[in-house]
């Protein structure tokens, strides 16, 4: 850690101070002053919390990468960064008691951050990032909670894309991936009358990945707003109509059966060519590649009201409102996000895509431009107070419909209803 010591340079701006002539000391003092407050903004310490993403086989630890990238912003503002990379198991709950004991970070990896900005534990952006330097940033943008900008993202990626077999397309007298969802339900039943699994969803998984993959891409597509102005869930309309009875359609028109609630692990069957469509994260494509699968894609199908979209993964940085050095966790967060060192951790420790427009794309050369030139399409988590509650209801309210329990429309009041009866 190398640090200037700011005694000795106000010392020596007081000395000079004592040898200037009489009719220089007011401007002498002024300066002094500022010189004083300039040092006092550069220098200090501040700790930032990162959880791990070396791999086992890694050349470098978490700890070394940014201790080394630390080095140079250390020089440039003569402070002391201390790094801690905190384990994924129980992460969520340790930057929690962190940061609302007063014991945490500065500046934060969050994944999740509409409890701690609610309750005020994290600090608004605004008013640290300039116009010119938000202009950099493709997917600033999913950092607001509302109207304020809590986080900036900073690991964004693995967006949920509908992967397509176009040898079992072709069979079936397909050319060209699906665009919308009228191309798509028509290109499933000539799959299906083609004697093949046309798509499936894993409506036996874990809720939050049903909801993901299986739910809110065509939500967003249908052309509805997840939340309503006071920031609470409302897919009770028309959208949510639209959504459900769409999925619903798998079930009239064949395509999925009674099975489909247990169903929980589609990626492996699509890999081993046994159902011709499916949505899945783009993280995935190398292993569907050495699988041998000839496969095309679609970023996001096309609604009926024309809207293309879809969820995409969004990790981000926070600085926290206790935090006693804000202006330095500013710069802190700002040079983590810079395209040198994040280009350095995406070559080095984990490849996901940039997030400034100098970056380097290191991703499958075929989702570079829908990654670059369209973030208009991509949504992360809605957030709201109570969303794990509310996936998990959705989710099982869902399976009753595919259960033939519950129709589209049941759905929607049941779910919403479940939501409102737990006071949030």
């Not at 962190?98 to 014991?103: F, N, P």
């Not at 991703?363 to 208009?376: K, L």
Request: with cysteine; charged share 20%; glycine share 8%.
């Amino acid at each position: 850690m190398k640090k200037r010591c700011l005694a000795a340079t106000m010392c020596i701006t007081m000395i000079a101070g004592l040898f200037a002539g009489c009719s220089g000391q007011e401007e002498q003092a002024a300066n002094t002053e500022q010189q004083t407050t300039a040092d006092m903004e550069e220098g200090g310490e501040i700790t930032v919390w990162i959880p791990p993403y070396a791999a086992s086989d890694a050349e470098l630890t978490d700890q070394e990468f940014w201790d080394a990238q630390f080095d140079v912003f250390e020089e440039e503002n003569n402070c002391t960064v201390r790094v801690e990379i905190i384990p994924w198991d129980g992460y969520i709950q340790k930057i929690t008691t962190g940061i609302t004991s007063g014991d945490g970070p500065d500046v934060i990896y969050i994944d999740t951050p509409y409890d701690l900005a609610a309750s005020g534990a994290l600090e608004p952006l605004e008013s640290y990032f300039t116009e010119e330097e938000l202009e950099q940033y493709i997917y600033w943008d999913l950092g607001k909670i509302g109207e304020t900008q809590y986080v900036a993202p900073m690991l964004v990626g693995n967006a949920a894309v509908l992967y397509c077999n176009m040898d079992m397309l072709n069979a079936a007298g397909i050319e060209a991936v699906p665009q919308t969802w009228e191309e798509f339900m028509d290109a499933c039943i000539k799959i299906k009358d083609n004697g093949q699994q046309p798509f499936l969803q894993a409506w036996g998984g874990m809720a939050k990945s049903m909801i993901m993959n299986g739910f809110l891409p065509f939500y967003w597509q249908s052309g509805g707003e997840f939340l309503n102005s006071d920031g609470n869930p409302d897919i009770n309309n028309e959208y949510g109509l639209k959504t459900l009875e769409f999925l619903y359609n798998f079930m009239e028109n064949g395509i999925f059966d009674e099975t489909i609630t247990a169903e929980d692990d589609v990626k492996t069957k699509f890999r081993e060519g046994q159902v011709a469509m499916y949505i899945g994260d783009t993280g995935s494509s190398d292993k569907i590649t050495e699988a041998g699968i000839n496969w095309d894609f679609t970023p996001a199908l096309t609604g009926t009201d024309g809207k293309q979209a879809t969820w995409i993964a969004a990790d981000s940085l926070a600085i926290a409102s206790n935090s006693e050095n804000k202006e330095l966790a500013a710069k802190a967060m700002k040079y983590m996000l810079s395209a040198p060192v994040m280009d350095s951790f995406h070559e080095t420790m984990y490849a996901m895509n940039p997030i400034t427009k100098d970056a380097k794309y290191y991703g499958d050369e075929r989702f570079e431009s829908m990654y670059m030139e369209h973030p208009e399409i991509f949504h992360n988590w809605p957030p709201f107070g109570g969303s794990d509650a509310f996936y998990d209801s959705l989710s099982k309210n869902i399976q009753l419909m595919f259960m033939g329990d519950l129709t589209p429309k049941e759905v929607l009041d049941e779910t919403m209803h479940q939501y409102d009866s737990q006071g949030f």
